[in-house]
């Protein structure tokens, strides 16, 4: 493997397991996000990689070489913190040159290479900046340069966007793959956003309590995640039970909400998913589900139908026209099985 | 991320770097206090206990309650006093301020007999404050009169520990960031407030310390009592002295300083309870950020009320000082009343002369460059000591062996601070005469001494900034590729920076200005300004006080300017912090 | 982590390095006149604070006998004599110099000098000679006296005092500065006029007065001459000092004059004399060369040179006094006796009954 190989690694402090077992690959060139609720291990893990700390078993391999035993300041990785740490007593330059420094480059390259990073993360000017004057946009701005300025092999992202609003974050999202790209950097981007492991990454790593839940292209997360956690986080709630069953040689799904062919899938209990995306009305086949609306929200060109149906609430996206009902209504709605997951052998989700 | 796991990965740095302190406080601390305690133990031994019998327990009881009493209201005068003028110094930027600073720092390295000879030029029956008062205002009996009384003693206290409070709390005051007093004034707190519910628990690890330091300092404190309290008042050290020097009773006069030390030791322990409870990390502010200029009116009554309160208080003696040295006592003799002194430039010029040819004439400049060699040997020591001592003490080591010398090395380190200087000097003289450590003979063991007295402060000095940096610096900065010593040189040292400057000028003082050790270790070939000042007070004649009171201006000019080139050293070497 | 603790192991190797070289360098920094044994022509005289010579007494003495003379000096006498006393058997110097009568009999029952018999002795009054093991040698005097203001008492037509009963007297009620006896040595030497003159069982009585008589006590010889005393800017007219302050005082003037403005209370047993003496240190390998030195300050080169380097009189009558010792200096016709050995035995006892009377 050309790039970075964590094995069956594990890390405890004071007896609380905070990851098992954890395993993945990340590729050159490749943009990994590390995506996960808070306290999931992600932070943990990059720390590990960087050395910060050690881990208890398994081991890091980059390049083929087992990281062991390599101090941080041997491994010339990248890490950009998520509380940006600049240092208070050096200014904007300073801050970025640091690593230059310590590299021993002639000061003509150091001038040049801050110079070139400051103007890529578009901070041309604030050299002489004290970093306390800065606002949170352009501290973020000042550690990714810091970060990225003596070209790292392996550059971790732990939260970059954290606290900045919606519209900047999508913004600099984008601007952050793009970069990324053109730098052709290998990197693991931490984030509890999936909006923005999305926007951002090439391959997704979803974690849950110190263990990998799944791995894959934003794509393959979304349209199957590969368990019920997966499937909430990424913001799913139409979760009801359900058996598969085999009658009369095919397999159905048997749900409180009626039962459907479900064709190739081995027998067992577990819990059925519906994509928010895959109800219809007025066609009548599938699954039936008859609510009252409870709330009805505007998306632009979708409206989010909030169902009530017993105790439970199911949330759908439907397309925006006349016909959508309106608060209070009473909706029959038709779930094809196209837009069914089942997730065997999971009878609860603790996650919620 | 837990950072305990980088600082687990620094334990093995830190392992190392008590080996400098530890070694340098069991040769030079603990080896002479031993060697003299094994002296008095074996004089105790032989005489069967006697001296020990005969002691007066409730007169000792009555020392020791008096000394801890007189500590305790010196010291809570000098927080309450330096608090105002910490803040001035730290938040606001006014002209003749590194001046201001720096003269207030003076009295800090005057030995006390130019300290009672420049009170005595002010408040004395014909200083300058009773002679305006009767000359001016019409007063028929001198109003001031401020010797042999508790008063004295409080006022010299303060007046030679404000400087502690302004610049250990200052300093950190200085780096606090004003945004989350600001913060708690938008929560609806009133200034007031603020202060008591933000700044002030915020500011109390620096406090503490500083208190800490200054209450030491009274405790032990000897010249002071014995010449401004006069006969009725008597501390453990002044007692320790007498024991020592009047009757030559070793045993008693170890058992006493033993006994100061305890309490020293009590003491020390209980603030570190208290010093961890409080100190947390705090998020660094810059200095131009923090500093502002006088604008409002209320702003420049403060600094008005401050500035004039330090001119009056610790400017003033020094000007009297001065003053003294240039005039004599031309008044008319035996008169009760006052006359005016007459001007004179004699004193300057004679100690420039050998005017008896003497084996010990000292040359002033010879006395000063001496001096000015071993303050800077001090700076050097304790510094070099000092900040591997405060980085180790900085952290807490985990568990196991090493947590448990932090903990013992913690209260250990302000010990020599506490330790009768007659005793401590005696036993240098026991341990460092005789083989295998022959250095009576070494000009290095004054500023040794000195350093002894000085570590301990530099520590106190450095340990609040150090346990105030976070440990996520240390960490970005190794993933950036800085080894663990390249982390100290680049992250930790710059930022403790200023506290490492008030620490070095804290150290260039008291090497300055000691006498007590350096009068008992001291070659006369090799005298320092206040052996100096010393020689010509022990005689009389008005030419002998007169050239004591040039010498001690020269003190004071060659401290003040000492004190600002180190400041002054700041901005061009070390960060804005 | 291997590398990374082994980079730390390499700073703290650093360290202790340094602390290494630190050590290495306090210990050769000067191989050093090493003062005994080794290099015999090197003489180390122990001495306190006070001490003081001309270059030229000392140099003549050096090219003599070949030798370097080196002083250690320690602090006040008790300091110096505490230092001796420590490095017993194994001393610091070849000879001490300084321990005086008050100290005398602590400085003998130490056992820290070897008998010397100087043939200068001879030229020497026999009453300065207070060990007849000739184990300590009388080199000077000084006398404890009451100092007072000249033109204070002239410009009030008032008589100075003449002696200690006078001192009581109302005329001079507020008029006195003393020092106190546990911490200064005049302030021991007038405590001991007082028993001297009133014996054990009146002296407390004296005080008693004196007290109601409003007597100031300071605990320093400074804080009396230079802070309280009238001349030099105080209140108070009379001051325990020296005979031979007033000397001192037309030598260090600040303008040329020609009679001191302090005059010396000389009458009835109002003084104390302090005398010096010297000693062979026990255990020295010096000896020889020791013998030379105790000779030599006995002898009338160096016995001339005291009066204006030390203010203390030569105990060798033949010595020529210099101008103004010999215009200004009035001796008592008779002091204050007590025996170093009752000082020896009752020192501590007198000063806390002084203590409890005066302070309290």
Not at chain 2, 204 to 215: D, H, Q, W, Y
Not at chain 2, 289 to 299: G, M, N, T
Not at chain 3, 330 to 354: G, L
Request: hydrophobic content about 45%; glycine content about 8%; proline content about 6%.
């Amino acid at each position: 493997m050309d790039g970075l190989v964590l094995q069956r690694v594990s890390k405890s402090f004071e007896a609380k397991k905070v990851l098992e077992e954890v395993s993945f690959e990340v590729g050159l060139g490749e943009i990994v996000a590390l995506l996960g609720p808070s306290g999931c291990g992600k932070s943990t893990t990059l720390g590990l990689i960087a050395g910060l700390i050690e881990p208890d078993s398994g081991e890091i391999y980059w390049r083929g070489n087992s990281l062991r035993g390599i101090p941080p300041h041997q491994r010339h990785f990248g890490l950009m913190f998520q509380d940006l740490a600049l240092f208070p007593h050096l200014n904007v330059f300073e801050n970025v040159a640091f690593g230059l420094r310590l590299r021993r480059q002639p000061q003509t390259e150091v001038r040049k290479r801050v110079k070139e990073v400051l103007q890529l993360v578009n901070l041309t000017g604030f050299e002489d900046r004290d970093v306390a004057t800065l606002s949170g946009g352009e501290m973020q701005r000042v550690a990714l340069a810091r970060a990225i300025a003596p070209q790292p092999q392996l550059l971790m992202l732990d939260e970059p966007l954290a606290s900045l609003d919606r519209i900047l974050k999508d913004r600099l999202a984008v601007e952050l793959r793009q970069l990324l790209r053109q730098m052709n950097q290998t990197a693991i981007y931490v984030t509890h956003d999936q909006e923005e492991a999305f926007m951002v990454a090439d391959r997704v790593i979803l974690m849950n309590q110190g263990k990998v839940e799944q791995i894959g292209t934003p794509q393959e997360i979304f349209c199957s995640p590969s368990t019920p956690f997966v499937a909430e986080f990424l913001g799913m709630k139409n979760f009801v039970e359900g058996e598969v069953i085999y009658e009369d040689g095919e397999s159905w799904l048997v749900t409180p909400l009626g039962r459907i062919r479900f064709p190739n899938q081995p027998a067992g209990k577990g819990i059925a998913l519906i994509r928010p995306e895959g109800a219809t009305v007025d066609v009548h086949e599938g699954l039936q589900l008859m609510g009252r609306v409870t709330q009805k929200l505007f998306r632009g060109d979708h409206c989010q139908i909030e169902l009530q149906w017993g105790e439970k609430r199911f949330s759908f996206l439907l397309p925006c026209s006349q016909k959508t009902p309106n608060e209070g209504d009473t909706l029959c709605l038709s779930l094809s099985p196209r837009s069914v997951i089942f997730f065997r052998n999971h009878t609860s989700h603790s996650f919620t | 991320m837990r950072t305990a796991s980088l600082a687990s990965s620094w334990k093995k740095g830190s392992a190392l770097a008590w080996v400098l302190p530890v070694l340098f406080l069991a040769l030079f601390y603990f080896y002479p206090l031993g060697s003299i305690l094994f002296f008095a133990f074996e004089r105790l031994v032989e005489e069967g206990g006697e001296s020990l019998r005969a002691l007066n327990l409730a007169y000792l009881w009555r020392v020791l309650r008096f000394t801890v009493y007189q500590a305790f209201l010196s010291t809570l005068l000098t927080v309450l006093l330096g608090m105002p003028a910490a803040y001035l110094f730290a938040r606001y930027e006014f002209r003749g301020k590194t001046l201001l600073r720096a003269l207030s720092t003076i009295p800090f390295v005057l030995p006390t007999l130019v300290v009672a000879a420049a009170f005595n030029a002010l408040y004395g029956p014909r200083g300058w404050a009773n002679l305006v008062a009767v000359n001016l205002l019409g007063f028929e009996e001198p109003p001031f009169t401020l010797t042999n009384s508790l008063i004295a003693i409080l006022v010299a206290h303060v007046f030679y520990n404000l400087t502690i409070v302004i610049r250990l709390v200052g300093d950190y005051w200085s780096r606090l960031d004003p945004r989350l007093s600001q913060a708690g004034r938008s929560l609806g707190a009133t200034p007031w407030q603020a202060f008591w519910k933000i700044t002030f628990p915020l500011l109390l690890p620096a406090i503490l310390s500083a208190s800490l330091l200054v209450f030491i300092f009274d405790f032990t404190s000897f010249g002071v009592i014995l010449i401004l309290g006069g006969p009725r008042y008597a501390t453990l050290e002044v007692e320790i002295y007498y024991q020592m020097s009047g009757l030559l009773n070793i045993p008693v006069a170890v058992t006493l300083s033993l006994l100061q030390l305890g309490c020293t030791w009590v003491l020390t322990i209980a603030y570190n309870r208290l010093s961890e409870k409080v100190t947390r990390p705090l998020p660094l502010a810059a200095q131009r950020r923090v500093v502002s200029r006088l604008l409002k009116p209320h702003q420049k009554v403060f600094a008005f009320l401050v500035v004039a309160f330090l001119v009056v208080f610790q400017v003033m003696p020094l000007v009297a000082l001065v003053g003294r040295s240039l005039t004599y006592a031309g008044w008319e003799r035996g008169e009760r009343g006052f006359g005016v002194p007459t001007l004179s430039l004699a004193a300057y010029q004679e100690i420039f002369i050998n005017r008896r040819a003497s084996l010990f004439y000292i040359p002033p400049i010879q006395a000063i460059a001496i001096s000015l060699g071993y303050a800077l040997a001090t700076l050097l020591f304790s510094l070099l000591i000092g900040f591997p001592t405060a980085w180790f003490l900085a952290r807490q080591q985990g568990s196991g062996k090493l947590e448990r010398l932090r903990r013992w090395l913690e209260p250990t380190v302000l010990l020599p601070l506490g330790t009768s200087s007659v005793t401590l000097g005696l036993g240098f003289i026991l341990a460092f005469s005789q083989p295998p450590f022959d250095l009576r003979a070494s000009p290095l063991l004054i500023p040794i001494a000195h350093t002894l007295v000085a570590f301990p402060f530099v520590v106190r000095s450095l340990l609040p900034a150090l346990r105030s940096i976070r440990p996520r610096y240390h960490q970005a900065a190794a993933v950036l590729g800085a080894s663990p010593s390249q982390i100290v040189r680049r992250i930790d040292l710059p930022i403790v920076g200023r506290a490492a400057l008030v620490a070095g000028v804290f150290a260039f003082g008291i090497s300055m200005g000691e006498f007590g050790a350096t009068a008992l270790l001291t070659r006369p070939e090799f005298p320092t300004l206040p052996v100096a000042i010393y020689r010509f007070l022990g005689q009389p004649g008005e030419m002998n006080y007169g050239q004591a009171m040039a010498l001690s201006v020269f003190l004071m000019a060659t401290t003040g300017l000492g004190m600002i080139l180190i400041e002054r050293f700041r901005s061009g070497e070390v960060g804005e912090f | 982590m291997g590398k990374f603790s082994q980079l730390v192991r390499d700073m703290a190797k650093r360290i202790v390095l340094l602390v290494a070289v630190m050590l290495l360098v306090v210990a050769c920094a000067q191989p050093a006149p090493s003062p005994t044994p080794a290099q015999p022509s090197t003489l180390t005289v122990m001495t306190h604070d006070s001490f003081a010579a001309s270059e030229g007494v000392i140099a003549a003495f050096e090219s003599q006998y070949g030798v370097k003379v080196q002083f250690l000096k320690a602090g006040d006498v008790g300091s110096a004599l505490n230092k001796a006393i420590l490095a017993k058997g194994n001393p610091l110097g070849d000879v001490f110099y300084g321990v005086d009568n008050t100290f005398l009999s602590r400085a003998l029952r130490e056992e820290i000098f070897e008998p010397y018999d100087s043939l200068l002795l001879k030229e020497i009054p026999a009453d300065f000679l207070l060990d007849p093991q000739k184990r300590a040698l009388p080199v000077d005097y000084g006398d404890v006296c009451l100092n007072y203001d000249r033109a204070y008492f002239a410009e009030r037509g008032l008589q100075p005092p003449r002696n200690l009963d006078d001192l009581v007297a109302p005329e001079y009620k507020g008029l006195l500065v003393v020092q106190n006896p546990a911490l200064s040595s005049p302030g021991l030497a007038f405590l001991l006029t007082t028993i001297g003159v009133y014996g054990e069982d009146g002296y407390l009585d004296y005080w008693k007065k004196l007290v109601e008589n409003d007597v100031k006590v300071v605990n320093d010889w400074e804080t009396a001459y230079y802070t309280e005393f009238s001349v030099h800017g105080g209140t108070r007219p009379i001051v325990v000092s020296y005979s031979s302050s007033p000397p001192a005082e037309v030598i260090f003037a600040e303008t040329p004059v020609d009679e001191p403005p302090t005059g010396v209370i000389t009458e009835g047993r109002s003084c104390f004399r302090q005398i010096e003496f010297v000693g062979v240190l026990k255990g020295t390998k010096n000896r020889n060369l020791a013998e030379k030195w105790i000779d030599f300050m006995l002898d009338r080169t160096f016995q001339e040179d005291i009066p204006l380097q030390m203010f203390v009189f030569p105990v060798n009558p033949m010595a020529k006094l210099p101008e103004e010792f010999v215009r200004f200096v009035v001796m008592p016709t008779e002091t204050a006796q007590v025996s170093p050995e009752a000082i020896d035995q009752n020192r501590e006892a007198w000063i806390q009954a002084w203590t409890e009377t005066v302070l309290r």
